[in-house]
């Protein structure tokens, strides 16, 4: 949305008061390490160039009023305490008191603003608007207590914040907002956090294409990412029961940096079975493709790298059950069209996908998928596609 725009948004909503801060905090597409990041397993994503904006007139008191450019998120207000009561599942205010609440209790904030919201991004479409808004209120919520927090201790502490809503997810979209660098993928290492910039070779483009099936977190979304991270939780309990990792260490990241990928499957395929050995595959699989896709970024391995995009996406879909037959669809078309690879990307059950391809074969790729997956659909009401643009981290100036 353009500045006059949003300022007119901002008059129609808040009448008299003039917005000091506006902020952007982008959304961004994983490039692989999905559904690993909660187990403290890196990942592999990019910002891009959509993005949720906040307008911010601090106030005198605690209040917290918010406004949106879209009718669907009606006007909201709270006030700043250490203490707050969600609100019903699905409520947007759920996101700004996430923020407010971790400004309050960790960084001492006191004063309440006026904050009007803009975003270009497509909800519920695994591309992270949720972080990114839960980032834009949080920063704007910053500006008006004259604070500014270090990135990564705070993209940690929002990460954890943003459980407020009732997902239990990892930290991975709190960091890309707010360490993304123009023309980057970052490798993404947690606890602690670590970002490692990676430029994307001149001649690749990647492009993100939404399958029109929404993911809701909501919703049922939720729980199913919810019950993923909890089977994670199930399998290494009863992994770490085996004898062959009797004195190993006792997480994920400590178990495969200690054996290997490849050792500690075969030591799953022994003690494991059915959808328990399933999820723990595709968590040593997907760390795996992890080193491998960043490798393959180093050495400008378009051919490599698209080849771990199509096996994470059989992973997500076969043992980590993820994907959804648009989906696959989706990944096909691509695949037809011209992509090197492709995959879910995001949480999945829905959502978009990412595919890889030559600069010069990006457009063929876009068409491709019009006419192999769009045109075919009842209704093009969700069609959305476009080239990826690694973009920069969320951006906090003064009006
Ligand atoms: P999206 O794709 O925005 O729903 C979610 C989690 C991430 C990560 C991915 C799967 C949130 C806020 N983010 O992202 O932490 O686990 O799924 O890799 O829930």
């Known amino acids: 949305m353009k500045s006059d725009e949003l300022l007119h948004g901002f008059a129609r909503a808040f009448g008299a008061a003039r917005p000091t801060h ?3 905090a982008p959304g961004r597409v994983n490039l692989i390490g999905e559904h690993v990041d909660y187990n403290d397993l890196p990942v592999l994503p990019m910002a891009l160039q959509l993005a949720t904006q906040v307008l911010a007139a601090p106030r005198e008191d605690a209040t917290v009023r918010i406004a949106n450019a879209q009718e669907r998120y009606p006007p909201r207000e709270f006030a700043l305490t250490t203490t707050l009561e969600p609100s019903p599942a699905g409520d947007w ?65 929002l990460a954890a914040a943003e459980r407020f809503v009732g997902t239990h997810s990892g930290g991975m979209d709190q960091a890309i907002a707010l360490c993304a660098r123009a023309g980057h993928a970052c490798r993404i290492e947690f606890a602690p956090l670590r970002v490692e910039a990676l430029p994307v070779p001149a001649g690749w483009r990647f492009v993100v294409a939404h399958s029109t099936v929404e993911a809701h977190k909501a919703a049922g979304a939720r729980e199913h990412y919810n019950a993923r991270r909890a089977d994670c939780e199930g399998a290494l309990a009863q992994l770490l029961a085996s004898p062959e990792l009797s004195g190993a260490p006792r997480s994920y990241r400590g178990l495969l940096e200690h054996l290997g990928a490849e050792r500690l499957a075969w030591i799953a395929e022994r003690n494991l079975s059915g959808r328990l050995l399933a999820r723990a595959r595709h968590q040593f699989s997907e760390f795996a493709r992890v080193a491998r896709a960043r490798r393959c970024l180093i050495a400008a391995d378009l051919e490599g790298f698209g080849a771990v995009l199509d096996e994470s996406h059989a992973s997500l879909r076969d043992d980590f059950e ?43 790729l876009l068409e491709g998928l019009r006419e192999r997956f769009y045109a075919r659909l009842p209704s093009r009401e969700r069609e959305f596609a476009l080239v990826a643009e690694p973009g920069a981290g969320a951006q906090v100036s003064a009006l």
């Open 22 to 24: 506006r902020v952007r």
């Open 93 to 157: 205010v759920n996101y700004a008191k996430a923020a407010a609440q971790l400004l309050a209790r960790e960084y001492g904030a006191t004063r309440g603003a006026d904050l009007f919201v803009a975003s270009d991004l497509p909800p519920a479409a695994g591309l992270a608007s949720s972080s990114a808004l839960v980032v834009a209120f949080a920063l704007a919520l910053c500006a008006a207590n004259r604070l500014a927090p270090d990135p990564l201790g705070f993209a940690e502490r």
């Open 322 to 364: 993820v994907s959804c037959a648009q989906l696959d669809a989706l990944v096909e078309a691509a695949r037809a069209s011209g992509a090197v690879g492709a995959r879910l990307t995001g949480a999945g059950f829905g959502g978009c996908i990412v595919a890889l391809a030559q600069a010069s074969d990006a457009e063929r």
